[in-house]
């Protein structure tokens, strides 16, 4: 049994952090999920009290073109630090330039790079978790990240897949070069992304990649099924990760974090709020939206895919559920959720897999892209387009 989590360090010398280091007492990191992680819902999982929460991915190009959405995508909440910042890239000059950017105007104290998408519109075109395939390319990329982020004392992290499928697995390669070229640490979801959210993640690779990066004294973080916070001792114990990255086991339960907080130091306390608390806690949600997009229609939006995460589990009635989900104003999603019955979290239920659970499927590649995984494979095409 786990007895003693350490602190998980980010190493920081832009002037923002006063001891040159942010500490995460509790070493829980939220994944960067598009279309989720918005600064509203960080602000949502901060208020639970853990770790570091990173923005949703934006691309090194869409940053250098200084589109007015990405830089609303990355403008950090109310009271949030250190600013943590997810880029994906296909071009290392590019991604340079997007970092160099970044630290000359003083926009991210973190900084990291996204190997692990397995969304065909980014598979295609080379990049999220096919990109480790091709080793040259995925030096070069971290290379140029590391480089130009120094400069400003910014750390540089990765995320990264086991592999692009079982054939084809890249996680001990690729990590053994990003920690020889300096990064923090390296996260991994132990799925392929040929298995994209199918079944169950194969921890045994997360003890792999600790083992083998074990002489560099570079950090290793878990992703992959955390559901509770029994889940992440169950990680780190099995596996001997520093700490675990939280993706679809927060969506529609942000107090996630706070079961986490609580089960890694040791306390045996759950957090299993009431329908009424989590009523109180959706109301935040859509109040935090309006106050993020500055546009109540843009938030009930936003906040409508939320609605089922956040009721599973619990009794409500078919047409109250209906209409929470084509909510339109913040009044009307109140009085909806007036009407609702108190009742006790649904733990085996609530606790359960929630979000995306697509099955496995070939992964979507550029033509000729398994030929050779030392070609350089310098891709010029355009990198600016959204990710999962």
């Not at 990173?54 to 600013?83: C, D, H, N, Q, Y």
Request: aromatic share 6%; net charge neutral; with cysteine.
């Amino acid at each position: 049994m786990l007895t003693q989590v350490a602190p998980l360090r980010l190493p920081i010398s832009n002037g923002n952090f006063a001891n040159n280091e942010v500490v995460l007492t509790t070493p829980v990191v939220l994944a960067p999920m598009a279309g989720i992680t918005n600064a509203a819902f960080r602000r949502l999982c901060r208020e639970q009290g853990a770790g570091l929460f990173v923005s949703e991915m934006v691309t090194a190009r869409a940053l250098i073109e200084r589109r007015e959405e990405t830089f609303r995508l990355i403008k950090p909440g109310v009271g949030e630090s250190p600013r943590s910042i997810q880029l994906y890239a296909v071009d290392p000059v590019v991604l340079g330039k997007a970092v160099d950017l970044l630290g000359s105007e003083n926009l991210a104290d973190h900084i990291d790079l996204n190997f692990g998408c397995p969304v065909p519109k980014v598979t295609k075109r080379g990049g999220g978790a096919a990109l480790p395939y091709k080793r040259r390319l995925f030096s070069a990329i971290v290379e140029s990240a590391v480089k130009n982020a120094s400069k400003y004392g910014i750390p540089i992290t990765v995320k990264m897949r086991v592999g692009i499928d079982s054939d084809h697995e890249t996680f001990l390669d690729s990590a053994k070069s990003a920690a020889d070229l300096g990064v923090a640490w390296v996260a991994l979801h132990a799925r392929t992304a040929a298995q994209l959210y199918e079944g169950r993640s194969d921890w045994h690779k997360i003890t792999q990649l600790v083992e083998h990066l074990a002489p560099t004294g570079t950090p290793v973080l878990g992703n992959g099924d955390i559901w509770s916070g029994q889940d992440a001792i169950n990680m780190m114990d099995q596996t001997g990760c520093n700490g675990v990255v939280v993706g679809r086991g927060c969506l529609g339960r942000p107090w996630l974090f706070a079961d986490l907080v609580s089960a890694l130091n040791g306390e045996h306390n759950r957090t299993n709020p009431t329908l009424f608390q989590v009523r109180e806690i959706m109301l935040r949600h859509g109040q935090l939206l309006v106050e993020y997009f500055e546009n109540e229609d843009r938030a009930m939006r936003d906040i409508r895919k939320h609605m089922a995460w956040y009721l599973k589990g619990f009794s409500v009635a078919r047409e109250i559920r209906s209409s929470l989900g084509m909510v339109i104003s913040i009044s009307q999603m109140a009085q909806l959720l007036s009407l609702l019955e108190d009742q006790p979290y649904p733990q085996a239920v609530g606790d359960g897999p929630r979000g995306r659970t697509s099955h496995g499927r070939a992964v979507s590649l550029p033509a000729g892209w398994l030929d050779d995984p030392d070609e350089f494979a310098n891709i010029s095409i355009d990198d600016a387009i959204s990710g999962g």
